[in-house]
């Protein structure tokens, strides 16, 4: 299994945390919220095709409303191989930050 | 919410939709606008917009990159294939090169003809503001008075000018002179007018003294070579004056795409101090004016029309003004205008590339199984249809490319030969100009679009599953199609062969219709005064020599007689109310015997009656039976205000060319009018005779050459547009007929190889080579012979149509349609013949082998 590229991993964290409302817009708001800056339109759709290919997320349709000018959302949700990903990703993250917290640096900087 | 404030600014929301590659483009759009509207409403429309328009821009370098680097791999790849295929089947290939390259070249030697012809005058500054006064016949010869006239009575009018031609004059510098046609005489508006380059001299003062000359780059240098000829004096000779000129300026040469043509300008100051140069009396001149810009041309006709006639009550033609850019357009100006042929050309060049681009449709559908294997297995791994069309009209494209390059090998190579056709002098750097880039890279696009269209829809349409379960794709359809495409093809050939036959023969037909007058060896030439006041010794003189058998002068030799210069008004014993025109000439007492003219009733003009020279008419048949006068003899007759009586009735003779009818003419004698002189010369020493002239020519008048015409070239001369025509059409047609043989000499090869098996079983069974050659040669006959009888009536109207043009003419006959139609099969069934004679003959064995 491929590792999580950084913003495919802050996709797949915003998914996970809306649960069942996560749909553009509302990821688009969770990955600035949580990763700290706007990212383009194009930037993050194209990693929404490449996560359902790689079969990380699923989609399915909700209903249409007229905010949308009529045309369906498309839900996202985190597939047990997502899941384990993530998993991954998190176990990858502990080993490189292992025994590392603020005072580290701090300790660095003097 | 007010739906209209909310709304999503439309250029970046499209953008956004069409560059961003997300699979559920709805669900994408939707979101989008779910923001939009959300952040609207939080904030304020300017930001949302911006918020819009941020996304889209920040979306292209993304899409840009993608596209590009996919775009390049699909067009390597295109490009290989493409390639590959050319060179796979070099025969077809070929035809279909050679046929595109040979339309391609045809298309743009056309252009260039067309664009020349429409440049015409466009060069003038003023161009859009200056009109030629012209009568509603037609005719642009109008009264002197007509210039001044309307220049100081319609202030719409800001500059006018007479326009005299003087034909050809002798000019003299100390020990040179030169015999220079193309002289005008003008008013010093002139200058003004039109767009003269000036060399050396004021243009603003140039043309004010009575006795300027201006002179064009190339008569500057015949007569002052190197040398600043501003402000020297030349000596002009015409027959009846001898003028010393001051040079007052040297223009550019002026451009032949103009209907003016001059060498030199007059200033016509010191003829307009004359009182009676300015006259309403008669037409002699040309008159130009140039209107206030952005004049309505109808308002200013609708106050002029009448202009003329309120001077001179008995020209009741209604005048207006004629834009000069159309003047050499105009059919009914002079050669008889080139509008028609404009179109001709271009519907000529157009059918051209037509043929050329159904027999690349038609070999490219016919072998379209040959490629439906690798349309299956392009769709099998994920190409669309509009790929596939993509391809197509990309390889349609390369090919349209290679043969535009060739074509433009061509028209270098041609491009002499076709200056020699249509009499003009194009040159090859011509074809840079901006007109003629855009009109080729136009023709290529239209030979993509009308080659590739067919072919590309048909050949992605195939189905993957079918084609690679291998299930041969040609359908009815198609081929039902090709036929079709086929016939049209051989229409358009017929119908150009056609076409250019009966140009030809009604060429040939006016050459040699009898005119009613005797044109064979006489010579004519200009004269003046001092020939005319000598012509009794004159006379004499020359008929004592053996080889001159008649001398007579005229104002004008028939062959050139111009009716549009003006009718007279007629007035004759017993006249009801018809209505007459009527031309007059003036003649001498020798005009009948000299050109073999047959009375038909009572006498010619002669010596003996005193009062002939003064009150007598002849007149010919066509003016008796147009005043339906039962006995013409002795009645009166007035014409213009000249009223005389008629002595006689001479038969008819075409005086005019054979375009026109013969109208009716009246001839009197009067010696004033005489500006021409015609000598029957004997055929047995002709070049004995013209010595003979030409010294005598020079005892009269020893500062001029003698140069005279032949009467008879003069007259075959009148046809060159036609045959001009003639020759540019017959090559047209030949080609066309050569590439739509080229065209089915690819279909029936590729028929033949079809078929091989099919021959050899026929052959296994038992049928002879000339039962299987007749059996497929049958498709193609039908099809030429269905060609011929479409196309018949619609040539017969058409050159039906075309014929009206003339006064005398062919009768079209059945006979040139049965002979085309022969021709073209004999043709057609020649270029297949050797294709399916090689299949009829291979051996059996060698096909079937392999079942």
Sequence with gaps: MKDLTKLEELVMMAVWRLKDDAYGVKIRKKVKEI???????????????????????????????????????????????????????????????????????????? | ???????????????????????????????????????????????????????????????????????????????????????????????????????????IMIMLWVQDELSYDRFHENADDLYVATFSNGSTVTPTALSPYLKAEYPEVIHSSRYAMQGRNLLKYKDKDIYQEGGVMVDPDFLKMFTIPFLEGDPETALNNPFAILLSKKVSQKLFGTSDPLGQTLTLLTFNMRLAMKVTGVFEDYPSNSHMNFQYILSNVGMARQRNYTTWEYNNIRTYVQLRKNTPVQSVDAKISDVVERHRPQDKRAMCLQPITRVHLNPMYQDGGTILYVYLFSILAFFILLIACINFINLTTARSSNRAKEVGIRKTVGACRIHLVRQFFGESLLLTLIASALAVGLVYLFLPM????????????????????????GIIFLTMLMAGSYPSLLLSRFQPVKVLKGKQMTSMKGALFRRILVVLQFSLSVFLILGTLMVFRQVHYLRERDVGYDQDNIVYFNIGTRFIKNIETIKTEWLSHSNILGVTLMDIAPYSWMSNAGYGDVHWEGKTNQQVKMVMTSVDYD?????????????????????????????????????????????????????????GVVEDYHFESLHNKIIPMAMRIDPRWYYQACVKISSHNIPGA????????????????????????TIQNQYRAEQAIGKIVTVFTILALFISCLGILGLSSYTAEQRTK????????????????????????????????????????????????????????????????VGVLAVSLLTVSRQILRAATANPVDSLRYE
Excluded at chain 2, 91 to 99: L, P, R, S, V
């Design chain 1, 35 to 110: 990763g700290g800056r706007e990212y383009f339109y194009n930037t993050l759709y194209t990693t929404f095709d490449q996560l359902t290919r790689k079969g990380f997320i699923t989609k399915h349709f909700g209903e249409p409303s007229s905010v949308r000018g009529g045309k369906r959302k498309v839900f996202f949700q985190i597939t047990k191989e997502g899941i384990r990903a993530l998993e991954n990703a998190f176990r990858r993250h502990t080993r490189i930050w292992a025994g590392i917290d603020e005072e580290s640096f701090r300790k660095e900087y003097s």
């Design chain 2, 1 to 107: 919410m007010d739906t209209k404030k909310s709304r999503i600014p439309r250029i970046p929301y499209w953008l956004l939709q069409h560059i961003c590659s997300f699979d559920n483009v709805d669900a994408f759009s939707g979101d989008i606008e779910e923001e939009f509207a959300e952040i609207h409403k939080c904030q304020g429309r300017a930001r949302a917009v911006r918020w819009i328009w941020f996304h889209a821009i920040a979306a292209i370098p993304q899409w840009g990159k993608n596209s590009v680097i996919w775009s390049i791999n699909m067009v390597k790849n295109y490009l290989k294939i493409a390639l590959r295929n050319f060179f796979r089947h070099k025969g077809y290939t070929f035809i279909n090169t050679a046929g595109l390259a040979i339309g391609i070249a045809c298309c």
């Design chain 2, 758 to 821: 099919e021959i050899g079983i026929r052959k296994v069974l038992g049928a002879t080579v000339s039962s299987i050659v007749k059996h497929i040669s049958r498709e193609f006959v039908v099809l030429v012979v269905i060609a011929n009888v479409i196309i018949w009536p619609l040539a017969y109207f058409i050159i039906n149509r075309w014929l009206e043009r003339f006064a005398y003419r062919i009768s079209i006959g059945w006979w040139s349609f049965v002979l085309t139609g």
């Design chain 2, 591 to 647: 005009y009948l015997d000299t050109f073999g003219l047959k009375m038909a009733q009572g006498r010619f003009f002669s010596k003996q009656h005193s009062t002939d020279a003064s009150d007598a008419y002849v007149i010919n048949e066509a003016a008796v039976r147009e005043m339906e006068m039962d006995d013409p003899i002795g009645k009166e007759l007035r014409v213009w205000d000249l009223k005389k009586r008629i002595i």
């Design chain 2, 690 to 713: 013209l010595g003979f002239l030409e010294n005598k020519w020079k005892e009269i008048y020893p500062e001029y050459p003698f140069e005279y015409r032949f009467l008879d070239e």
């Design chain 2, 418 to 441: 076709f200056n020699n056709l249509t009499g003009k002098s194009f040159t090859w750097e011509l074809l840079f100009q901006r007109m003629i880039v855009l009109g080729i890279m």
